[in-house]
């Protein structure tokens, strides 16, 4: 039987039980964590064949001590550990003491390096974990609709994007004036071409409306490349779809359990009362960390630090490590909101050289 101090962050309590599986699980937590309770109870169903049962802590250090004596005394033909990982410190410390003083086991999770530690021996085990994004968005109660695990189209498109990102100085004035061109068309589209000569490499475009084709000849002068984008050549070129397919490449290269682009969260699973960003670009679970990877492929506005603000909610609500890629260097103020809320910021040639 397991107690477990539970706190807002569920991962580690139910880390300690799909580790430990135990027949039963005794959650210790405050009255605003019944909700995470609930959350850790439905990640677990169908994982583990185990009562679970709640007690709300006691707010008197002597009363929380006489709870923790009283729940070895309810089970007392079980095997009993604590996983110690929750809880403030002071119950966290208690705790930890009254388990160990009854000759009970105490552990506490990790999850920085995948460690479960023994806490009276000290001694530590390392352990896998392998949850898919939705499996572990489920645990912090919120749902995803819908994402994208790859795309082969990516990969055929990967010329072009590491083309762009590898040349930002040159090409992103290029793309922001021809943008300008392409939404002054409005609806009906007519057939086009764009060409940039740089200093040391060209960017030919050509669009047939007919087709809804966009073709792409890029490089430098000697090596030439080509590619034919039809249906979504706009959005690639002129939505930051390079961007999120470049950074999406870039994270690909890194070693992941799952990773998702477009990643579509369900409003109704997001409290009302916390304003968050419900698209998010691109979504990693690596090991017991949780990513946001958010582009920036447009200009710095106003409106940019309003989506800074959601992006840094949702980073907030899932208990995540943000990160912010931008197209264009920002200026000071933008970088500043950003590491304030904890969200790291990157732009230039760090985006095509990009590594976690």
């Known amino acids: 039987m397991e ?11 139910y880390l300690g039980a799909i580790l430990k599986k135990p027949d039963a699980v005794v959650w210790l937590h405050t009255g605003a964590q019944r909700r995470v309770v609930k959350q850790i109870e439905a990640a677990l169903t169908g994982q583990l064949s185990a009562s679970f049962e709640s007690r709300e802590i006691k707010p008197e ?3 929380f001590i006489e709870q923790c004596n009283q729940i070895i005394k309810d089970y007392p033909d079980h095997n009993i550990v604590l996983n110690s990982s929750g809880g403030d410190r002071l119950c966290m410390m208690i705790a930890a003491e009254v388990f160990k003083q009854a000759g009970k086991e105490v552990f506490y999770v990790d999850i920085n390096n995948s460690r479960l530690i023994n806490v009276p021996s000290g001694e530590k085990k390392s352990f896998q974990l392998t949850l898919t994004v ?15 695990r790859f795309d082969p189209e990516i990969g055929k498109r990967s010329g072009l994007s590491y083309f762009i990102g590898n040349n930002l100085d040159e090409v992103i004035p290029f793309i922001d004036s021809i943008r300008k061109v392409w939404n002054d068309m409005g609806d009906n589209k007519n057939d086009i071409q764009w060409r940039m000569e740089g200093q040391y490499h060209r960017f030919n475009i050509s669009y047939e409306a007919a087709e809804n084709k966009m073709r792409f000849r890029f490089g430098n002068p000697e090596r030439q490349k080509n590619l034919e984008i039809i249906n979504n050549g706009a959005n690639f070129l002129f939505g930051g779809g390079w961007l999120r397919e470049l950074v999406f490449l870039r994270v690909h290269r890194s070693q992941y359990d799952d990773v ?9 699973s997001i409290p009302e009362s916390i304003r968050a960003e419900s698209i998010v670009d691109i979504a990693m679970m690596k090991r017991c960390h949780f990513f946001i990877f958010q582009c920036f492929s447009y200009p710095i506005t106003r409106e940019s630090f309003i989506e800074l603000k959601a992006v840094h909610n949702t980073v907030k609500l899932l208990n995540a490590q943000g990160f912010i890629f931008l197209a264009h260097h920002p200026h000071r103020g933008f970088i500043e909101r950003a590491q304030d809320a904890g969200l790291n910021v990157i732009y230039g040639k760090r985006i095509a050289n990009f590594s976690l």
């Open 3 to 13: 107690v477990c101090l539970v706190d807002d962050l569920p991962l580690t309590a």
């Open 61 to 63: 250090i002597e009363d």
């Open 260 to 268: 998702r682009m477009d990643v579509r969260l369900k409003r109704e």
């Open 134 to 148: 939705n499996e572990y968005t489920a645990l912090q109660g919120v749902e995803i609709e819908s994402g994208t």
